[in-house]
């Protein structure tokens, strides 16, 4: 009975958490919103008129369809529920169409399907270690956790108000992930293998699934100091685990081989010819090195070392989607961001197959997969960056070191959101941000008083500055004679200085990874 009590009680602040989110949703409705909304109207009408065969090749809009073929499908789904709201909504031609009804209906489709996320979050939630006893609710890690998910400033940011549908994305991540964690091993690699074929970004930890698989799945047996027994290689789990990848992607991808458009597709979902970086920089290595070569670019010209005729006109900084060539610095190719992010992912790659940590090292590997992609990765939108942050919230409740990373990644990467938000109404949801990080800092430091502080006095100084940096780019710099000349300069600041808290990060966590130390009983497991 006592069991029963405790988890209607779960029920019951798990309930009143997702169901808060999800009121806070709903008044997000009327939000500002981006271009990606006519983006998904414009699918929505796509995948309603036309065959098939001219999902891929339709161009009537400039947001062509570009996602896979479940996501298509899934458009496909939500466009014989629109019509019944606004049958407008569906016409091809109807760009930029944003009648009442069509809003109310992309608005509370993301929030319907966010059921997903929240089952996901759920199923992350019973995989948290619950040893440690906790008095107060607010100690829990189950309950810290489902905070830190549901009510994800980042998550909010870029669904509700700048308008995509990562929620039930996210959520077939986290139950994969979750099934892992459960050693539900085929669950697991299924809902991943379906999720990649909703959106290939993912495909960016899939070094992580496929390493822990094999692993912990396909290999069925360890010595009894860690290392692999071979002899234990399963053909059988193999072969299971290739049937899984090999059905799925022939129910994704199989009718357009049929049609011989498997090309065509694979040209819309990797447009190398985006350039380097998207609009609004992504916080990573890149900016730092767009950066470099425009203080090089400013010196060399001051000094006469460059001729200002041989200077491209097109600036990085300008905010749009376009190639661009590097002045001082040698100019980034598609393969070159290929071959850094493949070695950045390689140590993870590593540690996962040789100091094997169970679930733990698998999400270890996952965070840094995301993390280094997003670090190397072409054309990175800023947006990616939860990519990491989400499965990193599962390590931040139980460990205060993975909490004072989880602290300085969650703060830069949700911190250079802020230029989603245009409108005066956005600006104030900034204010929440400050709720969610304070919560964060000190559910996650009550995971053990008896360590250290999360961060140390340099980090700490590190964060604090983002409140002057905020304060320059939306008060201080529109008031001044360089907005007319330099309109970009606040998101060059913004990214440049959110770039070297997430690369701090990321080296912190890699550092972490490949120094610590593995006990005998993590070994047997």
């Given at each position: 009975?006592?069991?029963r009590?405790?988890a209607?009680?779960g ?10 989110v999800?009121?806070?949703?709903c008044l ?5 919103y981006?271009?990606d ?12 008129n036309?065959p098939l065969?001219?999902w891929?090749?339709?161009a ?17 789904a939500?466009s ?17 169409y ?15 399907t ?16 619950g ?29 509700h108000?700048h ?20 050693k539900?091993y085929?669950?697991?690699a ?7 074929h ?19 799945y396909c290999?069925?047996?360890n ?11 399963s ?5 299971l ?5 090999c059905?799925?992607s022939?129910?994704s ?51 006469n ?7 491209p ?5 300008g905010?749009l989607?376009?190639e ?8 980034v ?5 290929l ?13 996962l ?5 169970g679930?733990?090292g ?17 054309h ?6 939860l990519?990491a ?7 931040s409740v139980?460990r205060?070191?993975?909490?004072g990373?989880?602290l300085?990644?969650t ?10 938000l245009?409108?005066?109404p956005?600006k104030?949801?900034l ?8 919560t964060?800092?000190?559910s ?5 008083r ?18 002057p940096l ?16 330099f ?5 060059l600041?913004?990214s ?11 080296l ?15 070994k047997?497991e």
């Open positions: 009975s006592a069991g009590a405790m209607a009680g029920r019951s602040w798990f309930r009143a958490l997702a169901l808060g999800s009121f806070l949703k997000l409705i009327p939000a500002y981006s271009t909304f006519e983006v998904h109207r414009n699918w929505l009408a796509i995948t309603h036309l065969s001219q891929y090749y339709e009537t809009s400039e947001w062509t369809l570009d996602y896979p073929p479940f996501f298509a499908w899934f458009e496909y939500l014989h529920v629109a019509k019944y709201f606004d049958p407008k909504m569906l016409v091809i031609e109807n760009l930029n944003t009648s009442h009804a069509t809003i109310f209906f992309q608005r509370f489709s993301v929030i319907f966010d059921i997903l996320f929240i089952y996901a979050v759920r199923e992350c939630c019973r995989c948290v270690n040893k440690r006893a906790a008095k107060d609710i607010l100690e829990k890690p189950m309950f810290i956790l489902a905070v830190l998910l549901l009510w994800n400033f980042g998550l909010l940011i870029v669904d108000i308008f995509q549908y990562n929620g039930f994305l996210f959520g077939l991540m986290l139950l994969s992930v979750a099934r892992l964690c459960q539900r085929l669950e697991g299924l809902v991943f293998a379906v999720l990649l909703f959106k290939h970004i993912y495909v960016y930890v899939a070094p992580a699934y496929g390493i822990y698989l094999l692993r912990s290999f069925t047996a010595n009894a100091d860690g290392s692999l027994k071979w002899r234990s290689f053909f059988l789990h193999v072969t685990l290739g049937l899984i990848v059905l799925v022939a129910l991808l199989g009718p357009f081989i049929v049609l011989g458009q498997l090309p065509q597709v694979i040209s819309r979902l990797f447009p190398f010819k985006r350039g380097l970086c998207h609009a609004y920089w992504a916080p990573n290595f890149w900016a730092l090195y767009n950066a470099v070569d425009k203080a090089l670019t400013i010196f060399g010209l001051k000094c070392f460059l001729d200002p005729a041989k200077i006109k097109a600036s990085m900084t905010g989607v376009q661009f060539q590097h002045t001082v610095l040698p100019s190719t598609p393969l070159a961001t071959i850094c992010t493949f070695i950045s992912i390689l140590p993870s790659v590593f540690c197959w040789f100091k094997p940590q679930p733990r698998f999400l270890q590997c996952l965070v840094l997969c995301a993390l280094s992609s997003f670090m190397f990765g072409w990175v939108h800023e947006k990616a960056i990519l942050i989400l499965p990193l919230s599962l390590l139980q205060a070191k993975d909490a990373i989880y300085i990644l703060t830069t990467g949700h911190f250079s959101l802020f230029p989603l245009f409108t005066p956005g104030l949801f204010v929440s941000v400050v709720y969610f990080n304070t964060s800092f000190f996650s430091n009550s995971s053990d008896r360590e250290k502080p999360l961060l140390n006095w340099l980090e700490t100084i590190y964060l604090i500055q983002l409140v905020e304060i320059f780019c939306e008060i201080i710099f529109p008031l001044t004679p360089w907005k007319r000349h309109p970009f300069v606040p998101l600041l913004t440049v200085y959110c770039a070297l808290g997430v690369t701090y990060a990321w912190k966590l890699y550092v972490s990874v490949l120094t610590e130390r593995i006990s005998v009983r993590q047997a």
